[in-house]
């Protein structure tokens, strides 16, 4: 690729955008040791230690139990995810229950929930991670072990999807060679359960097939011939 005539490497946008230092607080840093090309890659989620709030959530209905078990009255659940602090150690997958006055240890990462109502009459209550990086209302908050640079930090960095920046496997191989092949039944499709691949669209078939016959052409030229009706 490097030696093409007027062919300048710049690099894809992302990694452009890393380099800049205005790229997601993590990243994966990779290098081909054929051509000594550098890049990165956004993080896929299922590479994140992640905390999903329906843990939390029972942690508050259990905590509340007991102490309306010892006080021999009722407690309020939502009234005491107000006050009640989560100390997150995403390398342990240890989550440690403390006041909100209570400082957390080294290493742990401190989360609080926020509540909404929810149902038609509103009496349902909703349970929301506050996102310790961005303060946004999310279900989950993931741990990257990967920073800013595609180092691996001592503690995992933290938030949610949107402030990770982070990505699906599915959509990182989307429109290439290897996702076309999945398209065409020429290999199982891991990302799916049933190992094939589920068409969203009428043309996709179509495009796979461009894609998949872009690459023939590309690997002829290379070579030096080309193909029929190619031109
Ligand atoms: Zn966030």
């Not at 290493?107 to 109502?117: A, C, D």
């Not at 990967?146 to 599915?170: F, I, M, Y």
């Amino acid at each position: 690729m490097g030696t093409g005539r007027d062919y300048i490497r710049k690099g894809d946008a992302f990694t452009l955008k890393v380099r800049r230092g205005e790229g997601p607080p993590c990243a994966i840093h990779w290098q081909r040791t054929g051509t000594g090309r550098d890049f990165y890659t956004r993080v896929p989620v299922h590479q994140c230690h992640a905390l999903r709030v329906a843990v939390l959530a029972q942690g508050v209905r259990d905590h509340a139990q007991r102490l309306s078990e010892a006080k021999g009255g009722p407690v309020d659940a939502q009234a005491l995810a107000g006050v009640l602090a989560f100390d997150w150690k995403p390398l342990g997958a240890a989550v440690k229950v403390r006041g909100r006055d209570e400082a957390p240890a080294e290493g742990e990462v401190r989360l609080t929930l926020e509540t909404s109502p929810t149902g038609p009459a509103g009496v349902g209550v909703r349970y929301w991670i506050t996102c310790p990086r961005c303060a946004r209302r999310c279900g989950v908050v993931y741990g990257s072990r990967w920073n800013h640079v595609g180092r691996t930090p001592a503690q995992p960095v933290t938030g949610c999807r949107v402030c990770l920046g982070l990505t699906d496997e599915s959509r990182q191989s989307h429109k290439c060679l290897h996702w076309a092949s999945a398209v065409m039944g020429e290999r199982a499709y891991t990302a799916d359960p049933s190992g094939r691949y589920r068409q969203r669209g009428f043309m996709t078939h179509e495009r796979a097939y461009e894609i998949y016959m872009a690459s023939f052409r590309r690997g002829l030229r290379g070579l030096g011939l080309t193909m029929p009706g190619s031109e």
